[in-house]
């Protein structure tokens, strides 16, 4: 081979060498490109009122149901509630129950709510297939008027139960539990002072929610004797709901998902009793007092009793005379004469 092409050859591999060495430290050299995030565009739409859990109808709007929310401009309603409009304030909607059905994240219309005062207020207030029924209460058997609208209450009925003989029989008894307060009065919702802080005040009447037949126990009830008013705490729903499974009166399906037990739940806490009644009787505070319901003569043995009673006393009358003086007819008894 031509020693001239020999050169020419090496020359061209270490140009080539050399292209290849200085290509790979240009790319080893350098940093990998890093993926960054478009930034999310921030919102220009208003915010409107939003729910944070499903609302029912007749739920009462409390704080922590209800939140505001950036909301597409091109998709908000007239009908929405919009942060800084008038009467928007969730301060000023609590108390409010809801007309319609709403699931969690959607927004609530203007519609939806009902306000304490307007017409059919409390019947959008009930649940499905309840019924409000009205109590007479005092400060007594009020406690004192610290029963608010959204409270859950028993109610104790207290009455002399009377014997053929001796003292009445006194007694208490519970006889519905777990019943939702809708209104004291016409309040359907709590005074709240200058401070926000609710205000005791004094009412006489109470309206409650309650199923058709537990309504009617409640009106022969206040016919019977005095009916009080029991506060539940927050917790005793919990423990309600505890023994109604335990005894198997709440059956939750196998394949149900979390927010179906949640519901069912949720329904069995809210639910009045009217079983399970328990009672004192005065034997229980005093000992001079009965502690058992007194016998009670029946209807047809007391009718007997008194046809006989009438009998002995006519054999024990002896001969009579009757004497009729002016149309009034007298019977005058001559044994003695």
Do not use: C, H
Not at 169 to 197: H, Y
């Amino acid at each position: 081979m031509d020693r001239k092409k020999v050169v020419l050859l090496v020359a061209a591999l270490l140009i080539a060498a050399i292209t290849a060495f200085m290509a790979r430290s240009m790319f080893t050299g350098a940093s990998a490109p890093q993926a960054a995030a478009a930034p999310v565009p921030a919102s220009t739409g208003p915010k409107v009122l939003v729910a944070t859990r499903a609302l029912p109808p007749g739920t009462l709007i409390t704080v922590d149901s209800v939140r505001y929310q950036p909301w597409p401009k091109e998709l908000v309603q007239s009908a929405y509630f919009k942060e800084g409009d008038k009467g928007a304030s969730i301060d000023g909607l609590v108390g409010t129950v809801v007309r319609n059905a709403v699931t969690a994240g959607q927004p609530l219309t203007q519609g939806s709510l009902v306000k304490p005062g307007d017409r059919g207020f409390l019947a959008a207030a009930l649940g499905p297939g309840m019924r409000a029924v009205t109590v007479p209460v005092s400060a007594l058997t009020g406690v004192a008027g610290f029963v608010f609208p959204g409270d859950r209450v028993d109610l104790v009925l207290t009455q002399n139960v009377n014997a053929s003989s001796g003292p009445p029989l006194k007694v208490s008894e519970t006889i519905v539990r777990n019943l939702r307060v809708l209104a004291t009065d016409q309040r359907a919702t709590p005074t709240l002072d200058e401070k926000g802080n609710t205000v005791v005040t004094e009412y006489k009447l109470v309206t409650i929610e309650a199923t058709p037949r537990i309504a009617e126990k409640i009106t022969v009830a206040q016919s019977i004797g005095t009916i009080s008013l029991s506060l539940r705490a927050l917790t005793d729903n919990a423990a309600e709901l505890e023994m109604a499974m335990a005894s198997g009166e709440v059956s939750i399906p196998e394949d149900a998902t979390a927010e179906e037990e949640q519901a069912i739940m949720r329904q069995v806490a809210q639910r009045p009793s009217a079983g399970r009644s328990t009672y004192a009787t005065g034997g229980d505070v005093s000992r001079f007092q009965r502690s058992s319901v007194p016998a009670q003569m029946p209807i047809a043995v007391a009718a007997e009793a008194a046809r006989t009673q009438k009998q002995v006393e006519k054999i024990m009358k002896g001969p009579v005379v009757r004497v009729s003086r002016g149309g009034n007819m007298t019977e005058v008894d001559i044994s003695r004469r």
